[in-house]
C-alpha cells in the first residue's frame, strides 16, 4: 500500500513537470548540446568544428590525445558551463515552486487528506525535484559518450559518473531552495535566495582557488630562492677561489673548466656582482617567506569556512579527476608548455623554462627576475593540480552531505510540524 501510494505522488510530481515548457527546453538545449560537442574534432593540424579547420601548434592530435581532448572538452563544456550553470539554473526555475506550490493555501489540504505520512510527501516532492536533474543529466552523458566513442575512438563508461555527481551538486543548491520555499512559502523567494546562496559559494570557492595559487606561488618563490641564494655563495668561493689560484705563484689545478677561459677581467666582473645578488637574495627571501605565511594564514580561515559549506565547484572537479588522470594531463602539459617556449624564442624573447633547474655556473647574469613565478609556469600548475586532487573524496562529498542532511532536516521539521 505505501509503495503504491508512493508511486502514485511520484508519477503525479513527474506529469506535473513534464507539464512545464522548461521540461522541454532544457531536453532541447541538452540535444543542441550535444550535438556541438560531436561537431568539434581534434587532428594533427588543431581543431575541426564541422567543416571548419582550425591550425594550432598547442591544441592538436600529436600533443593532446583525442580521448583525453573529448574527456576535457565534456567536463569544460558539458559539466561545467552547461550541466553546472546554465542546466542548473532552468533545473532551479523548474522546481522551485515545488514545495511553494504544495504548502500554498489550499494546494496541501487535499494531499493531506488522503492516508499518508507528511514525512513521505516531504521526501517523495523533494525526490521528485531531483529527478528532473537526472533525467537530463543521463541523457545528455549518453549522447557524449557516444560522441567519444565514435569520434575519440574510446568508449569511456566512467562518463557516467557525472550523473551522480552533478545530481549531488544541484541536490545541494536544491535543498536550500526547499528550505526557503518551505519557510516564505514564495517561489519566487525561494529561487533569487538559492542563487544568492549560491553566489555566496562561488565567491568562497573562488577566493579559496585564488589564495590556495598564491600559496603554492609563494612556496616555489621561496623555494627557488634559497636554492638560487647557495648557488650564489658557491659560484662566489668558487670564482674567489679561481682569483686566489691565479694570484699564487704556483697555481694549482682551475677549479672549473668554465672558469678556465675566462680572461681576468671577466672573473673580476662576475666577482663584483655575485655579492650584490647575494645580498638582494638575502634581504628578499625573508620577505617573501613573510608574505607566503601570511597568505597562507588566510587560505587557511577560508579553507574551514569551505569546510563546512557544500562544495559545489569540487564537486563538479570529481568528474575530470575520476575521468583525466594526472599521468595523462602531465605529459600533454609539458609538451604544450615547450611549444610555447619555441613561441617565445621565434618571437625574440628568451626562454622561461623553469621545468630544470639552472646550471651551476651562469654565463650571462640574468636580466629578468630570477625568482619570477609567472602563472602559466609548469611546475605551479602542477603543484596546484596535484593539491586540489589530493582532497579526499570525504572532505568533498561527506562535508557537503553533512549539510544537505542538516537543511533536509530542518525543512522537514518545518513541515510536518507546520499547521496547514
Request: charge should be positive; glycine fraction near 8%; include cysteine.
Amino acid at each position: 500500500m505505501i509503495a503504491i501510494q508512493t508511486w502514485a505522488l511520484i508519477v503525479d510530481a513527474y506529469r506535473e513537470l513534464n507539464s512545464r515548457k522548461l521540461f522541454w527546453l532544457t531536453l532541447g538545449l541538452s540535444a543542441l548540446i550535444a550535438g556541438v560537442y560531436g561537431l568539434v574534432g581534434v587532428n594533427e593540424a588543431g581543431i575541426k568544428v564541422a567543416w571548419f579547420q582550425w591550425n594550432n601548434d598547442i591544441l592538436n592530435s600529436k600533443l593532446v590525445p583525442p580521448a583525453v581532448f573529448y574527456k576535457q572538452l565534456f567536463v569544460g563544456l558539458g559539466i561545467q558551463l552547461w550541466l553546472g550553470w546554465a542546466a542548473t539554473i532552468l533545473a532551479l526555475l523548474s522546481t522551485a515552486g515545488i514545495i511553494p506550490d504544495l504548502v500554498a493555501s489550499g494546494s496541501i489540504e487535499l494531499t493531506l487528506s488522503k492516508p499518508i505520512s507528511r514525512l513521505r510527501l516531504f521526501a517523495t516532492k523533494y525526490l521528485t525535484g531531483l529527478m528532473f536533474v537526472a533525467l537530463q543529466v543521463g541523457l545528455f552523458t549518453g549522447a557524449c559518450f557516444l560522441v567519444i566513442g565514435l569520434r575519440g575512438g574510446v568508449w569511456e563508461p566512467g562518463l557516467f559518473v557525472a550523473v551522480p555527481l552533478v545530481l549531488f551538486f544541484f541536490s545541494l543548491l536544491f535543498c536550500v531552495c526547499v528550505l526557503i520555499g518551505m519557510v516564505t512559502r514564495s517561489t519566487v523567494a525561494a529561487l533569487l535566495l538559492t542563487i544568492l546562496f549560491w553566489l555566496v559559494l562561488f565567491l568562497v570557492d573562488l577566493g579559496e582557488t585564488s589564495l590556495h595559487l598564491f600559496r603554492q606561488r609563494g612556496d616555489l618563490i621561496v623555494q627557488r630562492g634559497e636554492a638560487l641564494l647557495e648557488r650564489r655563495r658557491a659560484e662566489l668561493a668558487d670564482l674567489t677561489a679561481e682569483k686566489d689560484r691565479r694570484a699564487a705563484a704556483t697555481p694549482p689545478p682551475a677549479t672549473s673548466p668554465d672558469l678556465a677561459g675566462l680572461t681576468d677581467k671577466q672573473l673580476d666582473e662576475r666577482i663584483a656582482w655575485r655579492p650584490d645578488d647575494i645580498a638582494a637574495l638575502s634581504e628578499r627571501i625573508p620577505k617573501e617567506r613573510s608574505s607566503r605565511d601570511t597568505i597562507a594564514l588566510y587560505h587557511g580561515v577560508l579553507y574551514w569556512v569551505k569546510t563546512v559549506l557544500p562544495k559545489v565547484g569540487e564537486t563538479k572537479g570529481l568528474t575530470e579527476r575520476y575521468l583525466v588522470s594526472m599521468a595523462e594531463l602531465e605529459p600533454m602539459r609539458e609538451a604544450q608548455a615547450e611549444r610555447r617556449e619555441e613561441r617565445r624564442e621565434n618571437r625574440g624573447q628568451p626562454r622561461r623554462d623553469t621545468r630544470r633547474p639552472r646550471g651551476t655556473m651562469d654565463i650571462i647574469r640574468p636580466a629578468m627576475d630570477p625568482l619570477g613565478v609567472p602563472a602559466d609556469d609548469p611546475e605551479l600548475t602542477r603543484r596546484v593540480e596535484a593539491d586540489r586532487r589530493s582532497r579526499s573524496e570525504w572532505w568533498i562529498l561527506g562535508t557537503s552531505g553533512a549539510f544537505q542532511l542538516v537543511v533536509l532536516a530542518v525543512a522537514a521539521g518545518l513541515f510536518i510540524r507546520r499547521d496547514f
